[in-house]
Structure formats: structure tokens, C-alpha cells
């Protein structure tokens, strides 16, 4: 896969000639030390790839992409994630946003639940942007979505996901059986905080339609968690030649 990919959103690609921001004439020009009519392959975070040529990069400012033809649809992952995961300390939050985006989620629901300790600085912005470098440096063509901070209860009562999950360490059924009851379609993964879900939490996620799911004896720190499922979700069913969704 080529290094010299970058992320230019979709509606910018589409005017043919795409203007370079500051730090994306950066990137190309002063880290990867490209120069004019040197090949570049943007993706559009919508699943789309496009050839590109780069233009201007003498000049301070007016470097440039042109856009060769109308791109094509890049090969997109097999499983449809959605993570809802707790807020914890930022750094934590940062490495689950950068891991997940690799392992092929695509979206990410940072909820406040009772037991969550608020802590402030990172933010949906920050997560975004390492959403969009981890698409660029793992060679995804879409962005995982990251959502707006949400209260736990309303991201469970908006699920739509055909499988819901809560992993929850007081028991549950296990993993191996809740996926032999799964028909295919998409996949909501719930993880609660460090001190964990309440059992009032516990009832209003079964209720919503998700299932308590055991990752077995051993407590796992909250950003164990979601990428642990997520790899063993890929290796069952994603990229690794699953069929389900
Ligand atoms: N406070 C809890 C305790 O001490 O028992 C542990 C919470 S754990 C650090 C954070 C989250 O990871 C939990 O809310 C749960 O969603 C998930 N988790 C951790 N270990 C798990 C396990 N063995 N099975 C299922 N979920 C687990």
C-alpha cells in the first residue's frame, strides 16, 4: 500500500482541482518531501479512492491536487461495528478511537454512564482527526464515525444494531454462544467504565435489547475490551472470510 496517501473529505474532492490546506500541503510536501507531478492517492472517507497529481508546491501557498478520473470503490470491510464505549482518561480513549479505526469499526459512540469520572481535555474533534490518520496510515478508504458524547441511555435506545452486546464481567452468556444466535446484519458492542456498568444500567441495556456477554475470569481494563472483540469478530466473520453480515 502507498505512503503517500492523504484524506481530502468528499466534498472537496469533487471539484476536480482540490486547494490544499496548510497542513495537508505539509504532510505531502515537507514530511513525505513530494514535489510537483508526483503521484498521490487520496481517499474520500466515504469509501472512495482517487489518483491524484500533486501541483504548485513551490509556492507558500496554492499547493494543489489535480484529480485524475472519477475514482473507484474501495474493497470496504465485512462486519458493520458500532462501539459504545465509556469515557475514560484521554490517553486510554485516544489508543481504543486509533485501534479501533484499524480493526474496521465503523463508528464509535463515547457514552457518559453512572460510573464515569469526567475528566476534561480530549474531545470528539481530537478523536476524529486520529479516526481519519489511522484511515490513512492502515490504508482504509472510509473514516470510522465518531459521535458526539452521549448519555449510555440514549445510545442504547437509538441502537439499530441486528446483535446488541454488553460486555459486562457479572456474568452473562458467552461470546461463542451469542454469536450462534446471530443471523447476520450489523453489530452494536457495549463497554462500560472503568468501575463498570450499574446494575440498573445492566437492566435498562437488556431491556433495549442487548445481551450481558462474559469475555471470561479475568477482568479486563475497559480499552482491552472493544479490541479484543473486534479482532475476534474479524478473524470469525470480517475480513478473514466471514459471512454473515
Ligand atoms: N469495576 C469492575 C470490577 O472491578 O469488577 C470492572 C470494570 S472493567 C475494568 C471495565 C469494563 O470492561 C466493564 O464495564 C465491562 O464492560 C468490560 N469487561 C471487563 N472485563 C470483562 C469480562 N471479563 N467480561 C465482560 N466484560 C468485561
Redesign the pocket.
Known sequence: MSKRRIFIPEQRVKAGEVELLRPEAKHLVTVLGLRDGDRVVVFDGEGREYDATLRNTGRCKGAALRIEGPGRKAEGGALDVTLIVALIKNRNFDLVVRKAAELGAARLVPVVTERTVKEAGAGVSRWRKISAEASRQCGRADVMDVAEVTQFGSAIASCTGSLRLM???GGGTTLAESLRAWAGGSISIA???????THGEVAAARAAGFVP????P?????ET?PLALLAIMQYVFGDLGGTKT
Open positions: 460486555a459486562w464481567e463497554v462500560g467504565p472503568e468501575g463498570g456498568f456477554v462474559t469475555l471470561g479475568r477482568i479486563l481494563r475497559t475490551v
